[in-house]
Protein backbone atom coordinates (compact mmCIF):
# COMPACT_ATOMS: atom_id res chain seq x y z
CA UNK A 1 0.00 0.00 0.00
CA UNK A 2 1.34 3.21 -1.02
CA UNK A 3 0.43 6.74 1.07
CA UNK A 4 0.80 9.90 -0.85
CA UNK A 5 -0.47 13.56 0.20
CA UNK A 6 -0.82 16.08 -2.38
CA UNK A 7 -1.88 19.85 -1.56
CA UNK A 8 -4.39 21.31 -3.83
CA UNK A 9 -4.81 25.25 -4.29
CA UNK A 10 -7.72 26.67 -6.20
CA UNK A 11 -8.47 30.23 -6.89
CA UNK A 12 -10.84 32.01 -8.93
CA UNK A 13 -10.01 33.93 -11.83
CA UNK A 14 -11.44 36.71 -13.69
CA UNK A 15 -14.49 35.11 -15.26
CA UNK A 16 -15.74 33.79 -12.05
CA UNK A 17 -13.98 29.97 -12.63
CA UNK A 18 -12.04 28.17 -10.36
CA UNK A 19 -8.39 27.25 -11.33
CA UNK A 20 -6.74 24.61 -9.28
CA UNK A 21 -2.94 23.58 -8.37
CA UNK A 22 -2.15 20.46 -7.46
CA UNK A 23 1.30 20.15 -5.42
CA UNK A 24 2.40 16.21 -4.97
CA UNK A 25 3.98 15.47 -1.97
CA UNK A 26 4.49 18.70 -0.32
CA UNK A 27 6.69 19.43 2.61
CA UNK A 28 5.35 17.94 6.06
CA UNK A 29 5.65 20.69 8.07
CA UNK A 30 4.18 23.22 5.53
CA UNK A 31 1.88 26.45 7.56
CA UNK A 32 -1.00 27.53 7.03
CA UNK A 33 0.53 30.83 6.98
CA UNK A 34 3.32 29.47 3.72
CA UNK A 35 0.35 28.51 1.73
CA UNK A 36 -1.73 31.66 2.07
CA UNK A 37 1.73 33.60 1.21
CA UNK A 38 2.10 32.04 -1.32
CA UNK A 39 -1.56 32.50 -2.73
CA UNK A 40 -1.40 35.74 -2.42
CA UNK A 41 2.06 35.98 -4.16
CA UNK A 42 0.31 34.07 -7.44
CA UNK A 43 -2.21 36.28 -7.67
CA UNK A 44 -0.16 39.76 -7.02
CA UNK A 45 2.36 38.20 -10.20
CA UNK A 46 0.02 37.04 -12.11
CA UNK A 47 2.14 34.03 -12.28
CA UNK A 48 -0.59 31.71 -13.76
CA UNK A 49 -2.07 31.88 -17.24
CA UNK A 50 -5.66 30.74 -17.25
CA UNK A 51 -8.22 30.84 -19.97
CA UNK A 52 -10.65 32.36 -17.87
CA UNK A 53 -8.19 35.58 -17.57
CA UNK A 54 -6.30 36.43 -14.58
CA UNK A 55 -6.08 34.98 -10.95
CA UNK A 56 -8.19 37.75 -8.83
CA UNK A 57 -9.08 35.57 -5.42
CA UNK A 58 -7.92 32.78 -3.24
CA UNK A 59 -10.77 29.91 -3.14
CA UNK A 60 -9.36 27.13 -1.25
CA UNK A 61 -7.01 25.09 -0.02
CA UNK A 62 -7.12 21.61 0.82
CA UNK A 63 -4.50 18.54 2.14
CA UNK A 64 -5.21 15.43 0.66
CA UNK A 65 -4.30 11.89 1.95
CA UNK A 66 -4.69 9.12 -0.06
CA UNK A 67 -3.60 5.60 -0.46
CA UNK A 68 -3.60 3.14 -3.07
CA UNK A 69 -3.65 -0.29 -2.81
CA UNK A 70 -2.77 -2.69 -5.79
CA UNK A 71 -4.69 -5.90 -6.31
CA UNK A 72 -3.06 -6.71 -9.52
CA UNK A 73 -0.50 -6.06 -11.64
CA UNK A 74 -0.23 -7.65 -15.01
CA UNK A 75 3.15 -9.52 -16.49
CA UNK A 76 4.51 -7.74 -18.93
Not at 18 to 35: A, C, D, G
Not at 50 to 60: I, M, P, Q, R, S
Amino acid sequence: MVKTQSLRLSWRNQAGRVFSLSINNPRNNITQEEIEAFMDLAIQKNIFATTGGDLVAKYDAHLLDSQDQDFYTPLT
